[in-house]
């Protein structure tokens, strides 16, 4: 076989970049009883230099994220800097409490003995992040496997360059690479990674992806979580604020440019406000990016990841509206700046590949419909999303669909916010994710619960029902069923 020099140079950077994960994997397991073993106050001592370190290179995660898709600074601030360092104050706050052993009660056939359920660190971890808050998901991820006292090997996304890059000096200098190591690369560094056997993998991505994850974890039975994404719809009834309804929706969609996990990917509303929305909608899209001029001059809104991701979003818009779909607001693109406007999309259909697949871009359908079952079949006819938001003011109704539909997380007159609470789960189900990120819920996706029964020495209820068994065992058993 003929093999170019490109190619046996690409071969041969990958060959390396195999071995030297194996070496930092094999020295992580090497030290995985040390940072099992550290106490609270050392895990917060790693958190605050986290912490410190991000506050003070503020400047330079504004410019890797402007430099990698033109995401503004507000949004940087707002939504990778302040929301890590939210994480971090909050692990340090509870840490203590969350890894004291739990005693739970203990029933009467196991007198004698006391219960507990204690905090195991999984052990050395894999985080593997999209592109799309490139900053924000590689660290939060980090930030419970450190609280939870586990080594972690990262990747994060080779389509945001930059941010990968300074994310990596970062950890570099923050960490010994036996405790926290980065590696940069594509899909087959991370194919690379997958077989490694960790102890536990922290995947967020797509659902295809997440696929390819959790098969490569099975070879190794590792646990895994995995932070997925989807379609997630958003209701508006009859009975919504029409104006505090589109002034929601506009930020949720288009901020970081439509490339958020729990946007609303499109809307489902009743007919009697459709019009109002849309009308508001298209204000609100003016008023937010475009109060003085054009809205591709605008400096808050940022820009699609690369042109294979913006030929993909034009063309889910261009095949709409060659089917019969109409553009309400926005529809212009440029290709040299990935530009896209804020578009609103209506006359759509299932056949449409932009309601066949998760959009992840600035193009929101919106869907007229009749009666609240209408809009719940609608969503329980597609995968569960991640998220799904109502906008209502009767909160009997908002409520009637919480109960009918199901969804990773759940947003009423809200959207995006939702996964700002730190005492809030944050994760999917099903198609949408495995397991849940964030403040306590993160620290247990890096922990194992290890039930611990306690006997006494010499004692235990569970003696009467030792072989033989004789005919009082078996009345024993039976009165045991009767009355415990
Ligand atoms: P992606 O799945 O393409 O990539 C995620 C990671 O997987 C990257 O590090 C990438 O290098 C790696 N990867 C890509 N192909 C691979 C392969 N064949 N084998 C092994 N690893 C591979 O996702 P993306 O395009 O970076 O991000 C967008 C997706 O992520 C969307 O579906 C979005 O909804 C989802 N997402 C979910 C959350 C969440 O918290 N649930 C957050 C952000 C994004």
Redesign the pocket.
């Known amino acids: 076989m003929n093999t170019s020099p490109l190619t046996t140079d690409a071969t041969s950077d990958l060959q390396r970049t195999i071995r030297e994960m194996q070496r930092v994997f094999t020295l992580q397991r090497a030290h995985r009883p040390i940072v099992r073993n550290t106490d609270a106050a050392a895990r917060r001592r790693k958190l605050q230099v986290l912490k410190e370190w991000m506050l003070a290179h503020r400047p330079d995660i504004r410019d890797a994220l402007y430099r990698d898709f033109r995401k503004p600074a507000l949004e940087v601030d707002a939504t990778e800097i302040y929301a890590i360092k939210k994480e971090i104050e909050f692990a340090q706050r509870h840490l203590a409490r969350w890894m004291r052993p739990k005693t739970v009660p203990t029933p009467l056939t196991m007198l004698g003995a006391r219960s507990r359920v204690t905090y195991e660190p999984r052990g050395v971890s894999l985080i ?6 490139p900053f924000y ?1 590689v660290v939060s991820p980090l930030v419970s496997a450190i609280a939870a006292g586990c080594p972690a090997m990262v ?5 945001t360059p930059h941010t990968a890059a300074l994310v990596h000096r970062m950890l570099s200098e923050l960490f010994p690479e036996n405790e926290v190591a980065v590696f940069e690369g ?2 087959d560094v ?2 690379a990674l ?1 077989g490694l056997g960790f102890d536990h993998i922290f ?8 696929k ?2 959790m098969k490569a974890a099975a070879q190794h039975l590792t646990s895994v979580t995995l ?4 379609k997630s719809p958003a209701i508006v009834d009859e009975t919504a604020d029409v104006a505090d309804a589109a002034e929601k929706l506009v930020w949720g969609k288009f901020l970081n440019n439509g490339q958020t ?1 729990v946007a609303p990917d499109y809307l489902l509303v009743q007919r009697t406000v459709y019009q109002p929305l849309v009308e508001a909608l298209k204000n609100t899209i003016r008023r937010y990016y475009a109060p003085g001029g054009e809205v591709a001059d605008s400096p808050d809104y940022g820009r699609i990841v690369n042109a294979r991701h913006h030929q993909r979003l034009t063309q889910l818009l261009r095949t709409a509206v060659e089917a019969g779909a109409e553009v309400v607001a926005g529809g212009q693109s440029s290709d040299g700046d990935c530009y896209l406007a804020p578009t609103l999309l209506t006359n759509v259909n299932d056949g449409m590949a932009v309601m066949q697949q ?1 959009i ?1 871009g600035p193009i929101l359908p919106i869907i007229p419909y009749a009666t609240r079952e209408e809009a719940i079949a609608y969503v329980n006819n597609g995968d569960k999303p ?1 998220a799904l938001y109502i906008f209502s003011q009767d909160s009997a109704k908002a409520d009637y669909v919480l109960e009918h539909t199901s969804s990773g997380g759940a947003g009423v007159n809200e959207c995006v916010a939702h996964l700002n609470n730190p005492h809030l789960p ?3 189900i099903n198609q ?2 495995l397991g849940s ?1 964030h403040g306590y819920y993160g620290f247990r996706a890096f922990s194992h619960e290890k039930a611990v029964l306690k006997q006494r020495v010499g004692f235990t209820v569970l003696k009467f029902l030792y072989p033989p068994y004789t005919g009082s065992v078996q009345r024993m058993m039976d009165w045991t069923m009767k009355w415990f």
């Not at 990747?155 to 389509?159: A, G, I, T």
């Not at 995947?203 to 997440?210: R, W």
């Not at 932070?227 to 989807?230: A, D, P, T």
Request: charged residues 10%; proline residues 7%.
């Open positions: 593997m992040a999209p592109w799309n808050y998901l990747k994060p996304s080779e389509l594509d899909a991370a194919g997958l995947f967020t991505g797509s659902p295809a992806v997440g390819i994850v932070e997925l994404g989807g996990c998760e992840f991640l944050f994760g999917g949408s994710g990120a």
